[in-house]
């Protein structure tokens, strides 16, 4: 069923939906003074609000940016510097020792 388009403040046609929400004291004293304070219907208070908070939502806050930059950086402090040939060397001894498979001694809980 389609919903009637609804002139919104001789911006353009637009679709509405009704919605119901319960809100605290605080929250709704909030949305009544900044749409008073801007001139603007308290619906138009929380589009702007929830098209501003999506917009952020996927976003890190400065906190967590900063905890996962220090972690970054402890981590590539604890890169060894050392010669590509010698991490060649040891890569190289690694895959030929994973190409032979297996445990190179018995185990002692093995039967």
């Not at 939906?17 to 749409?35: C, E, H, P, S, Y």
């Not at 501003?52 to 967590?64: D, I, K, N, T």
Request: hydrophobic letters at 40%; zero cysteines.
């Amino acid at each position: 069923m389609n919903q009637p388009a609804l002139w919104q403040y001789g911006k353009s046609m637009v679709r509405t939906v009704k919605m119901t929400f319960t809100l605290d004291n605080d929250t709704a004293t909030r949305i009544d003074r900044t749409a008073l304070r801007l001139g603007i219907p308290k619906s138009a208070v929380v589009r702007e609000a929830v098209a501003e908070y999506a917009a952020r939502a996927g976003r890190l806050s400065e906190q967590e940016r900063r905890r996962m930059l220090k972690a970054f950086d402890d981590v590539v402090e604890r890169i060894p510097l050392r010669p590509v040939k010698s991490a060649d060397i040891e890569l190289a001894a690694v895959r030929r020792a994973r190409r032979q498979g297996g445990r190179r001694h018995p185990s002692s809980t093995s039967k």
